[in-house]
């Protein structure tokens, strides 16, 4: 999840490694806490500089990350699409793979 605090609908927010230094800038398209939240990926920060123009950044920017929570008969589901493009899909699937597979471990040991 981002660094940070999740403002509002067309704030910004950067998705950052654990220096805060690096990652993605993106704005919020859509937020209905708790039930969704869809990030739209508009740049990249490297080196605590914002790049939102760059050819690299052209070539996913725009990119939606969307996350759903759904609960039934006291569980809850947490559903992720994202719409990227194909050659940046290996990246983002080993992220998140790794990122929901804390949340999974979170989760089931509280």
Not at 6 to 28: E, L
Request: proline fraction near 3%; charged fraction near 25%.
């Amino acid at each position: 999840m981002p660094s940070g605090r999740i403002t509002s609908v067309g704030g910004k927010t950067c998705f950052t490694d654990a220096g805060g230094q690096n990652g993605m800038v993106s704005t919020i398209d859509s937020m209905h806490l708790p039930y969704e939240i869809i990030f739209r990926h508009i740049g990249e920060l490297r080196d605590g500089e914002e790049d939102l123009k760059s050819e690299k950044v052209r070539e996913w920017s725009g990119s939606l990350e969307a996350y759903y929570l759904e609960e039934n008969a006291g569980k809850t589901r947490l559903t992720v699409s994202v719409d990227v493009d194909s050659s940046y899909k290996p990246m983002m699937n080993h992220g998140f793979s790794k990122g929901l597979g804390l949340v999974k471990k979170l989760s089931e040991n509280h």
